[in-house]
């Protein structure tokens, strides 16, 4: 009987150790060999900081993953084939990494994908459940691991992060207090404390979802005054665009809808970038989700802007420094295309 080829995408979960596990014992199942490849698909190219050190985590977790083939099949006739899936691309939601998992079946006669229930490929959440529409729809044959899930209980948080989250909480509501009021008033300032005391206890945990980070996230404050002259300017320059086109006789306004794969994280950055674009005028952020952006563009140089990607530079670098900002436009890398409107 030949061997049973069987592919397992791996992420550091909670399961990851038992779904190697069952996929390595249901593959000598169905024959007298098993040919077990255990990939990790990356959700950032080798080029952006974050890529390397998620190529480096990656790298750690398949040679975890082959001993614990090896330990549990011992002698049996098994050949493991490790690989790096994403290194020199940027993956966005679960269609691309069902694309890239579907090549690779294809590439190496792959006979069944084997999926952790609790899959999360470098993302907040797992997502197996729309990988597994889109491995459908690419006509991939997978299988569930059923594994021994934990309880979801929450984390129990320390003192020390729960004091972090209330003491920026209660910072960002007094400072916003103050600037509808007037930090020169005693009253402004006394109850200006109070309210944002009851902001902060109320609402802590739930504004702040992630723990904070003591030095990151004052810089990113730092960052972020920084970048709002930046926007403003960008505000400035694009009304006078828009301004001088609509004053012209012939008013060439030229309508499109534009793609834009973004090298964002979706979330807080993202909604950052779609809200910065939207500020903008002569550019509306129809959709944002999987760190793409569908935007509406009044004009073409509101659209070459956009291809230029120089609100995506700013935001990178709030939320994850100069380095990280140092990055090829979306014009560059080919991250943005044209979809609907005058243009086509």
Known sequence: MAA????????????VRQTVG????????????????LVVALPYDGDMPEGQRQYDEAEALLTRAENWVEEDMGAADVTIETTILGADEYLFGPRDYAEIFRTYVDDHAIDRVVLDPEYSPGVTAPMLQPLERELERVGVAYDEAPVDRPARHQR?????????????????SYGFFLVLG??????????GA???????????HVTFTIPLDRV????????????????????VKANLAVSAVILRPSMPIKPSLTRVNTRVRSGI???ALANSITLTPGTLTVRANDQQLLVHTLIPSAREDLFDGGLERAIRFVFYGRESAAIA????????????????
């Not at 007037?182 to 109850?191: E, G, I, S």
């Open 22 to 37: 069952y996929a390595a014992r249901s593959g000598l199942e169905s024959g007298d060999s098993l040919e077990c490849h």
């Open 329 to 344: 436009s979306p014009r560059e890398r080919d991250d943005a295309e044209i979809v609907g409107g005058d243009e086509l």
């Open 4 to 15: 049973e080829r069987v592919l397992v995408p791996l992420s550091d979960t909670v399961t």
């Open 269 to 271: 950055p993202l909604l």
């Open 194 to 204: 109070a309210v944002a005391g009851i902001v902060s206890v109320s609402l802590a």
């Open 216 to 235: 990151q996230s004052p810089l990113r404050t730092v960052r972020f005054v920084c970048y709002i002259p930046y926007l403003l300017w960008e505000i």
């Open 182 to 191: 007037d930090p020169t008033y005693w009253f402004d300032l006394a109850t």
């Open 156 to 172: 129990l948080r320390s003192h020390t992060e729960s004091f972090d989250r209330l003491f920026a909480m209660f910072c960002i």
